[in-house]
């Protein structure tokens, strides 16, 4: 059992950034792919990037050049920076890492305002 505990959520104003991390309870390295979702109100869970261990980055396209995935294996830790963020990225963002399961956190929630 995989456990995945994310933080760094909160409010920021349009324009500005944040920064998510994603903490997992094991080695991330054993992780085929670890990678962020979000859920917006009233809309189904969307993705957003993922980082698949000894590969490259791969990103929707209404995030790809301000948010960038980032894995650090030392920390057992996912990071997703969020710059020039639109009042359109405002959502609970989920972590999850596959295995031969999936795996998720319990979200962090995300508003962006102007």
């Known amino acids: 059992q995989v456990h995945l505990v994310e933080s760094g959520g909160g409010s920021a104003e349009v324009g500005g950034s944040l920064r998510l991390s994603c903490v997992a309870s094991e080695n991330i390295n054993r992780f085929k792919v670890m990678g962020w979702f979000r859920q917006a109100p009233g809309k189904q869970r969307e993705f957003v990037a993922r980082i698949p261990t000894g590969s490259r980055a791969e990103y929707t396209a209404s995030v790809k050049g301000r948010f960038t995935v980032s894995r650090d294996s030392a920390k057992n830790t996912m990071y997703l920076q969020m710059d020039s963020l639109t009042i359109e990225d405002t959502a609970v963002y989920y972590c999850?890492?596959?295995?031969?399961?999936?795996?998720w956190g319990q979200g962090t929630p995300v508003t962006v305002s102007s």
């Open positions: 999850t890492c596959v295995t031969d399961t999936i795996y």
